[in-house]
């Protein structure tokens, strides 16, 4: 006998792709997935580097932490119908000839009515030129993420920090409505544990579906061409050294030896034992407790220089230092901040990329 419980759990871990009588169904989470990751899901080939149970961990808590996003919207005043979990609803659409997208959406709902920050969404959603109506429902895709991904996002906005996201949202709107209507992503920052949201406008959702349609039309033409054969495989979307290959589970299949291409690149460099490690780690540890004890009477001393201005009620003053006589004096810092929520909205991803750009570097934490 079949429980609900068993039918909510084949909904949520349905393979990322799969033949189907018409062709090639590919699970809409998995819209951004390679497409020759998808090809060995669908071929049901072994899984060679199994996903680590800590992934698995925090795959789970991100999941299980999606209804207390749906509560924080519904604090703020937004309507969010969530989806049942027992028994989600499935809708599934057609991206290209022989290929569907199938998946569950988180919620659906409406957005606050009242004035102030909820207009000012209102108007986003509902400006002039939308073609989302007031009293349309719309698709509210509900995600959780560290907080360097969670920055990222509300920096770069959906459409470039997580394209699959955006897309994803816009396959359940028009499954559910026919229509791709604005969406909305809503985001919780693991670690500060905060919400956010980002309105996508129907015309930029609607692109978003679009390019992943075309990136896995390639797929159902490969199927068309060689059937459901194990072994023509479509081209490689990644490189071993891409996240994406790193954690793909057929990575020691597709490439073998891959996954030690990443550790080559530190074997370069002398080894360095494990004793040697722990040494420079008690040395950092040495060096942060020294330079929070200075910046401690750092703090101190500044303090005690500013309460001295201000007995003698001036901004600035000249004081004999150790060396040189120094300026003593107050000095105003002003910080400029960019709504990105709003910048977002406003902006195509296009003119974002001119405007917003990104440098990434790298560093060791200890933590
Ligand atoms: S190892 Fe990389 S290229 Fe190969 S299937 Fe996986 S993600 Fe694609």
């Given at each position: 006998m079949t429980t609900t419980a068993d039918a909510s759990r084949e909904a949520f871990n349905r393979p990322a792709a799969r033949f189907t009588a018409g062709g090639l169904d590919i699970r809409a989470s998995a819209l951004g997935q390679c497409r020759?990751?998808?090809?060995?899901?669908a071929t049901e080939q072994p899984v060679t580097n199994p996903t680590p149970p800590e992934s698995l961990t925090l795959l789970e808590a991100?999941?299980?932490?999606?209804?207390?996003?749906?509560?924080a919207m519904r604090r703020a005043g937004w309507s969010v119908t969530p989806a049942d979990r027992d028994e989600p609803m499935s809708v599934t659409v057609e991206a290209a000839p022989g290929l569907t997208v199938t998946g569950h959406p988180d919620a659906t709902g409406r957005p606050p009515t009242k004035g102030g920050a909820a207009a000012a969404v209102e108007q986003f959603l509902f400006g002039e030129e939308a073609t989302t109506h007031e009293?349309?429902?719309?698709?509210?895709?509900v995600k959780t993420r560290g907080p360097e991904a969670f920055k990222r996002w509300q920096?770069?906005?959906?459409?470039?920090?997580?394209?699959?996201s955006v897309a994803q949202a816009a396959c359940y709107s028009l499954g559910l409505y026919g229509e791709c209507r604005d969406v909305v992503i809503a985001t919780l920052d693991t670690g500060s544990r905060t919400w956010d949201h980002e309105v996508i406008p129907a015309k930029r959702a609607e692109r978003a579906w679009r390019n992943a349609s075309e990136r896995l039309e390639g797929l159902a033409e490969h199927?068309?061409?060689h059937g459901s054969d194990p072994v023509t495989l479509p081209?490689?979307?990644?490189?071993?050294?891409?996240?994406?290959c790193q954690r793909c589970p057929y990575l020691n299949l597709c490439q073998p030896g891959g996954a030690g291409e990443a550790e080559d690149d530190a074997e370069l460099h002398e080894p360095v034992s494990d004793e040697t490690a722990r040494a420079a780690l008690?040395?950092?540890?040495?060096?942060?407790?020294?330079?929070?004890s200075l910046e401690a009477d750092k703090r101190g001393a500044l303090k005690t220089l500013q309460h001295w201005l201000q007995r003698r009620g001036v901004e600035k003053a000249r004081l004999d230092g150790s060396a040189k006589t120094r300026t003593v004096g107050m000095v105003q810092s002003r910080r400029y901040s960019v709504d990105h929520t709003?910048?977002?909205?406003?902006?195509e991803p296009e003119q974002r990329a001119e405007i917003v750009t990104e440098q990434v570097s790298e560093y060791l934490r200890v933590s």
């Open positions: 020759r990751a998808l090809w060995y899901t991100g999941n299980a932490l999606e209804p207390v996003v749906v509560r009293t349309d429902e719309i698709v509210i895709e920096t770069l906005g959906g459409e470039r920090s997580h394209p699959e199927h068309a061409l081209e490689r979307d990644f490189t071993a050294s891409d996240w994406q008690r040395e950092y540890e040495q060096a942060q407790g020294r330079i929070k709003r910048l977002n909205a406003l902006l």
